[in-house]
């Protein structure tokens, strides 16, 4: 991993953020599953795994948790 590569998934992730909600969730599942390709995410939490990519999984969760499960069509 270098930063130039994290950093490249984090403007990414700011230029979804501002895209219309009504696709905004789709691009995130996506940068997901590329970040989990690209870092080899597990699929299960592992602590390790954690442990040892902190601004990897920082940015992962962050990704996650602007997904948005109450309607965003």
Same mark, same amino acid.
């Given at each position: 991993?270098?930063?130039?590569?994290?950093?490249?998934?984090?403007?990414?992730?700011?230029?979804?953020?501002?895209? @219309?909600?009504?696709?905004?969730?789709? !691009?995130? #599942?996506?940068?997901?599953? $590329?970040? =989990?390709?690209?870092?080899?995410?597990?699929?299960?939490?592992?602590?390790?795994?954690?442990?040892?990519? @902190?601004?990897?999984?920082?940015?992962? !969760?962050? #990704?996650?948790?602007?997904? $948005?499960? =109450?309607?965003?069509?």
């Amino acid at each position: 991993m270098t930063q130039e590569e994290l950093q490249s998934f984090r403007d990414r992730f700011n230029n979804i953020m501002q895209a @219309p909600k009504r696709i905004r969730n789709k !691009r995130l #599942v996506t940068l997901m599953e $590329d970040m =989990e390709r690209a870092y080899n995410i597990p699929l299960l939490y592992s602590a390790a795994y954690a442990f040892n990519n @902190p601004e990897v999984m920082k940015l992962y !969760r962050q #990704v996650s948790y602007a997904r $948005d499960f =109450e309607g965003g069509r």
